[in-house]
């Protein structure tokens, strides 16, 4: 499988992810963000703080050469997958329904946590057990996710709620004040992905958890 | 040389501003041999300033052990080089922030982390891991002194993670503790390690005529002007008006320049590299021609600038950050500013290296300053400023140990914020970042693994600093010694050191006999343990109003070993053992602190031997997990334990001369787990060492206990946790 990892200015987890893609047996080329996108089997926007998350997470890495090019990959059916700052893109860019709002607590929050998979009729889940519960560390000021309740209900309708943020026993636990708890979600299409915590984090157990690789081997296929 | 002239007849007040002596300007006009003008005046003292030239210090900092097989670059670069093997290196410093960050902590705490990052980069070193080490006064209660702590706390623990998480490097540890001795100036010090290819280290050198000198980064502006002056003077009420000479950060532009670098150093372009930290482009010019010999001529109108209208003065002086000057090979020039713009970073030639042996800077054509490189540095002053041994060291000799309850003061050392878990700080730091990150110091050190080769280094930075004060030189060793065994209890070897001291108002007989003292303790601890001094830094006038900081020599210990175990106890009903010998000491104790309300005492005894010992046993395959005994004793080093693990511990020490034992903090001790089926071998092992041991009791229970004395472990683990997010949601200011 060939991954594009796409790299801002500012991104910092570009490396991590290749490593974490190339583990799981993934062929990993980085695009720079003025760069054409080439042919891939996904394209990933990994974490970081793209042009420092200066004005607000995301919004400028929108205006990016590069995400033109991603839209209209995503638009003609290519995967996308957004960690993070890359969620965050793809809120800014509209390529997923919502908004991301500081954390409830103002503060950076970096820690393991438990994430129940709340739909896995999807690629990028599809290795997991409806119900799992996962644990897989988030790293984030910007992970309070809103959307209107409207689009909500579709998207709970159209099974695009794909994790949410909770205990180790899976009784809802939430760190950042997202609505419904929400951690991960995707687009209608079930083509782009977005979700904060960090998977390429949690591959092998000097790091405490594995729990990331199977996230990232849902896209063999 | 007609610009910037001096005005001789207000000489005495210029020289004033520039904490500059008449004898030292007398030096000055004998080394140019004619009267300096503005901008000469000012290099050189930024040049002889505390900070930069390390004055007061450099006779004490001599006689560092500073070799070891394993040693590739000791003190005198950016930062100190270790092997690692399989032909890497790690490159790592620690360096202080003080006075910027009590008088603005985000930014002050903030441009810490960038400077110290640039030191490591600098050499070609991708930073790995950053360490904090932060004081503050106590933050508790509603006093206008304890909120401004916690403002204090919250502007530089946000003002780490703000910069740190930003450029994608992971905090993963340090320490942080409170004192009264902090509450006018705050101590922040800033360690940051990185990885690289023995090969592949750079240095600041600025050689071969005509080759061409490359100013890249962020613009120059008039931010921190004088700060290097401003960092070496005491704190006074009217200091508030301070605020310009804090320096501003900008992490995306240091994670940019720092991409650009690393990109920069694959290639063979460039012949050396220096960071423009305190004293901006004076010091980067200045050492990176002195280091090859060479001269250079800069055109400071060529100069990047943020802002219209600056002059000469404030461009040699601006301490903007993010920026770097860069010696090319001649002709790749281009290829050099290339690297930058990829990464729209401001690029420009802005001189050429001579071989004149002098600094000679131009302003539009004009010559506006001249300069031979060598007296600058090597006819720094260096002063042997007078010593005296403090009279209160007498008056605190003698104290009278009070005899509390156990469980009563069990009880309170739990709750005391030097001892309960730091989450609310550890997670507003991205630790995982990288994906290295074995083990980020819930207690004791911390460990990341090298992907390149396969190794695990361990890290810790710590000082006893109520030790350093009844006692500076024990102190100081018991602090290198402390470091060390909170890397050993993670089966990594102690190898070598950083350190930051941190003290008063050098011009104090007492502080300097305090410096004096500690950096014995230090060359001692070192040469024992063969952990030598890579690089360092120091900080002096950490004062308020005439009272000095306790002494406080922070060590960075980094370990190197193919194998870690984690802190973590592992299986009920493994074996508990304590070893090392607990003896009734108590001076400069959490327990006299808390219970006689005193930083007083005689030192704990020290035994390298015993240590040595330890530090063997500790990288014992035999061991599940060890904890350090330090602050609080066998009773908070178990109820530390038990908490993080949660996994309840009862354990009987014997061989006490009193109850209030189990809080002593005697040095040399740790506890270790051990599976029951290799307690022959481990016992076996604990005899041939002649190390004091003994078992102490099994893991398991609900009860976090020694010698009777102890908390239910939920309880326990309650207050462990909950203390500090609850002190922290009090107001601040």
């Known amino acids: ?221 | 040389m007609g610009y910037m002239e001096l005005d001789k007849s207000r000489l005495e007040e210029i020289l004033a501003k520039h904490k500059l002596t008449k004898a030292d300007y007398e030096h000055i006009v004998q080394i140019l041999g004619r009267e300096p003008n503005l901008v000469e005046l000012g290099i050189f003292s930024a040049m002889w300033s505390e900070h930069c030239s390390y004055k007061s210090s450099k006779i004490y900092l001599k006689g560092f052990p500073t070799e070891a097989p394993w040693v590739v670059q000791g003190p005198g670069e950016n930062a100190g080089v270790i092997d690692i093997g399989d032909g890497m290196v790690a490159v790592f410093k620690m360096e202080s922030h003080n006075h910027p960050s009590f008088i603005e902590p985000y930014q002050g705490a903030a441009t810490g982390v960038g400077g110290i990052l640039r030191d490591v980069f600098t050499m070609g070193a991708r930073p790995v891991l950053n360490l904090n080490a932060i004081r503050f006064a106590d933050i508790r209660g509603e006093s206008p002194k304890a909120k401004l702590h916690r403002h204090l706390l919250s502007g530089v623990v946000a003002g780490i993670a703000g910069y740190g998480n930003c450029v994608g490097v992971p905090t993963i540890g340090g320490e942080t503790a409170f004192e009264e001795c902090y509450k006018g100036n705050i101590l922040v010090n800033a360690f940051s390690l990185g990885i690289c290819r023995k090969d592949e280290v750079f240095y600041a050198r600025a050689e071969g005529v005509g080759n061409p000198v490359i100013y890249v980064g962020s613009k120059t502006g008039r931010d921190g002007l004088g700060g290097a002056v401003m960092s070496s003077d005491s704190f006074k009420e009217e200091d508030e008006d301070q605020r310009p000479t804090v320096q501003v950060g900008d992490p995306f532009t240091e994670k940019l320049l720092m991409e650009a670098c690393l990109e920069l150093f694959k290639t063979d372009y460039i012949v050396g590299i220096q960071d423009m930290g305190a004293a901006g482009l004076t010091s980067s010019s200045f050492e990176m021609a002195g280091k090859s010999g060479s001269g250079l001529k800069l055109y400071l109108d060529k100069v990047p600038m943020r802002e219209e209208g600056m002059n000469p003065y404030e461009l040699m002086l601006s301490e903007s950050q993010e920026r770097m000057l860069i010696c090319a090979k001649k002709g790749y020039e281009d290829k050099v500013i290339e690297i930058f713009k990829k990464y729209e970073l401001d690029a420009e030639v802005i001189g050429e290296v001579t071989d004149s042996g002098r600094v000679e800077l131009f302003w539009y054509g004009e010559k506006v300053a001249d300069i031979p490189v060598a007296p600058i540095t090597e006819e720094a002053p260096e002063l042997c400023r007078p010593v005296m041994e403090p009279s209160y060291l007498k008056e605190i000799k003698e104290v009278e140990i009070p005899k509390a309850d156990p469980q009563e003061t069990f009880e309170k050392l739990i709750r005391e914020p030097e001892v309960v878990d730091k989450s609310w700080i550890y997670t507003q730091y991205d630790s995982m970042v990288q994906t290295n990150t074995a083990d980020s110091g819930r207690v004791d050190g911390s460990v990341i693994r090298v992907k390149e080769n396969g190794k695990f280094i361990g890290v810790s930075t710590d000082c006893n600093a109520r030790f350093c004060y009844i006692d500076p030189k024990k102190g100081a060793v018991a602090s290198v010694l402390e470091a060390g065994r909170n890397v050993a209890v993670k089966g990594i070897e102690p190898k070598a050191i950083t350190d930051c001291l941190n003290f008063g108002n050098p011009e104090r007989p007492e502080i300097m006999w305090q410096f004096k003292e500690a950096c014995e303790g230090i060359k001692e601890a070192c040469q024992e343990m063969t952990t030598p001094v890579v690089s360092g830094n120091v900080s002096l006038y950490n004062e308020n109003e005439g009272e000095g900081v306790y002494p406080t020599p922070e060590i960075g210990m980094v370990g190197v070993g193919d194998k870690w175990r984690s802190s973590y106890l592992k299986k009920e009903g493994n074996l508990v053992y304590l070893l090392g010998e607990t003896k009734p000491e108590f001076g400069g104790s959490l327990y006299l602190k808390v219970i006689g309300g005193k930083v007083a005492g005689v030192h704990p005894e020290i035994d390298y031997e015993k240590e040595r010992k330890l530090w063997k046993i500790l990288q014992s395959d035999l061991i599940e997990s060890a904890k350090d005994v330090g602050v609080g004793g066998i009773a908070i080093a178990l109820y530390k334990w038990g908490s993080v693990s949660n996994k309840g511990l009862s354990l009987q020490v014997e061989g006490l001369s009193q109850p209030i034992d189990i809080f002593s903090e005697s040095l040399h001790r740790a506890l270790v787990e051990v599976d029951p089926k290799n307690r022959e071998e481990f016992e076996k092992l604990l005899e041939e060492s002649g190390i004091k041991w003994q078992l102490v009791g099994r893991v398991g229970g609900d009860r976090l206990e020694v010698n009777g004395v102890g908390i239910d472990l939920q309880e326990g683990r309650k207050i462990y946790f909950e203390t500090f997010p609850q002190l922290m949601s009090s107001e601040i200011l």
């Open chain 1, 1 to 221: 499988m060939k991954v594009g990892m796409v790299v801002f200015p500012g991104t910092n987890c570009d490396r991590d992810t290749k490593w974490a893609f190339e583990k799981v047996g993934a062929q990993v080329e980085f695009v720079w963000h003025t760069d054409k996108l080439k042919k891939f089997d996904l394209v990933v926007l990994p974490g970081g703080f793209s042009y420092g998350d200066y004005l607000r997470s995301g919004a400028i890495a929108r205006f990016s050469p590069v995400m033109e090019e991603v839209k209209k990959y995503a638009q003609k059916g290519g995967k996308v997958l957004g960690i993070c700052n890359g969620f965050q893109i793809l809120l800014e860019s509209h390529l997923l329904p919502g908004a991301m709002t500081r954390n409830e607590s103002l503060h950076f929050i970096s820690k393991f946590h438990h994430l129940k998979v709340v739909n896995n009729e999807n690629q990028f889940l599809s290795q997991c057990e409806k119900g799992e519960i996962l644990n897989i560390p988030i790293a984030h000021a910007e992970g309070n996710y809103r959307v209107d309740n409207d689009t909500l209900k579709e998207m709970y309708d159209n099974g695009q709620i794909l994790l949410k943020y909770c205990d180790e026993n899976g009784e809802e636990l939430n760190p950042n004040g997202s609505v419904d708890a929400i951690a991960g979600i995707c687009n209608k299409e079930k083509n782009v992905f977005g979700l904060m915590p960090h998977p390429e984090r949690a591959m092998d157990s000097i790091l405490g958890g594995e729990d990331g690789i199977k996230m990232l081997k849902g896209f063999f296929q």
